[in-house]
């Protein structure tokens, strides 16, 4: 049995043990049908033929509504293998200087940014110009004004941005909130998110202040900021920060190596978080309610999620999250569908305005206010 199918199978049986809130029943129908698609197709290009992109490339090779049909690179090397792998006709490739031209291929509706998160705000500028959808990979930007740039720019060509926020769509993830929403876990009080790995090659971009922007935060942080967001349901209203180095060769001036940050919520919930990059396998959300808890560990690494609740060990199968990502995005451009937790702009903004408040926070020692 293939897994998508266990996958339905299994979803379902789940979904029957309780009962489904509205905005659940999509993704379990769409699951829940083997049949061979024939409706409307989101046609990407890949603008980054790095790691990340090339898993996201093989992931896409199961999607039903989304297919990668271009590519945008400076290497074209890459780019020949990437045409013979995935059949991409020579019209539909491009580099960094050519890419505007994009604008007049009928066969490409978005595209989607995977490269080095400095160049992400110029990018998805360009791309909203040719008149294309964006997708970008997280951190949306470097700082909350490019942020706001690159949203503004999107309303003004009417095309949608969406960030990369592939764990809105995670099936374990998705059922801590619905028990959240559902008030299983009573008033939740306190969230824990703690999210590091040990980063090698040091003369590598993501420890370049210039093109990451940061060190840790930018970069894995990011999931303890956005994950305590949806954890808890609401947006933070202040932050206290405390940055830690080791090595302050390898983790130069304006490159974090270690932030622990915590967030405050307009409901009276607090989060207490950890970024790092010299600690692996540190990977772990922590939500506390009145009545219950639910934990994921790991929280937000490719897979497979595990998750527990007070009522016990939460059973649903592992996904490719790439590909259900691409999926959803495809029914949020071509449909209008409304994601359970949103992957616009303004979600991709929100975590940005909390980053310059967590690195502020951490410059100035003071408890600093995020005003909405
Ligand atoms: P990578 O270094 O493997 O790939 C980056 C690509 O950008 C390379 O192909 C490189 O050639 C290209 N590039 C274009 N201009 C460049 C320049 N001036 N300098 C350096 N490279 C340039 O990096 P990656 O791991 O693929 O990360 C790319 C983006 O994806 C980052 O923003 C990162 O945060 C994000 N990412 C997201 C996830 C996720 O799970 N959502 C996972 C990994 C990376």
Request: with cysteine; charged share 25%; aromatic share 8%.
């Amino acid at each position: 049995m293939n897994s998508r199918r266990e996958f339905l199978q299994k979803l379902t049986a789940s979904a029957m043990a309780f009962s489904i809130l509205p905005e659940f029943e999509n993704e379990i129908t769409k699951y829940n049908n083997d049949q061979p698609y024939d409706g409307p197709v989101l046609r990407v290009a890949i603008m980054g033929l790095g790691s990340y992109g090339t898993r996201v490339a093989e992931a896409m090779q199961s999607c039903k509504m989304a297919k990668l049909t271009g590519v945008i690179s400076g290497t074209p090397d890459k780019i020949k293998n990437w045409q013979t792998k995935y059949n991409i006709p020579e019209k539909n490739c491009y580099n960094y200087e050519n890419f505007d031209s994009i604008k007049d291929n009928p066969d490409i509706d978005a595209v989607y940014v995977i490269t080095p998160n400095a160049l992400h705000h110029g990018q998805v500028i360009r791309v909203a110009k040719a008149g294309k959808h964006a997708i970008c990979e997280k951190p949306m930007a470097l700082n909350a004004k490019e942020g706001a740039e690159m949203v503004e720019a999107c309303k003004k060509a009417n095309v949608k941005l969406l960030v990369g926020y592939r764990m809105h769509f995670e099936p374990k993830t998705l059922e801590i909130i619905r028990m959240r929403n559902a008030g299983e876990l009573g008033k939740v009080l306190f969230f824990q998110g703690l999210c590091g790995f040990r980063i090698g090659d040091p003369t590598q971009w993501r420890l370049n202040k210039q093109l990451a922007g940061g060190g840790s935060m930018m970069d894995i942080g990011i999931y303890a900021v956005n994950g305590s967001r949806y954890m808890i349901g609401e947006d933070p209203v202040w932050v206290t920060a405390q940055e830690t180095k080791t090595d302050p060769i390898k983790f130069k001036e304006g490159v974090d190596e270690t932030i622990q940050f915590q967030l405050g919520f307009p409901g009276g919930a607090v989060a207490s978080c950890l970024s790092t990059y010299i600690m692996n396998n540190l990977d772990r959300f922590f939500l506390n309610g009145e009545k219950g808890f639910a934990e994921l560990q790991p929280s937000t690494g490719y897979g497979p999620i595990k998750g527990r609740t007070n009522k016990g060990e939460l059973d649903f199968p592992h996904v490719t999250h790439q590909t259900v990502q691409m999926d959803e995005m495809a029914a949020i451009i071509l449909q209008g569908k409304q994601p359970v937790v949103p992957v616009d702009g303004e979600e991709g903004w929100k975590d940005m305005k909390i980053i310059d408040a967590i690195f502020l926070a951490a410059k100035t020692g003071k408890k600093t206010a995020i005003k909405w």
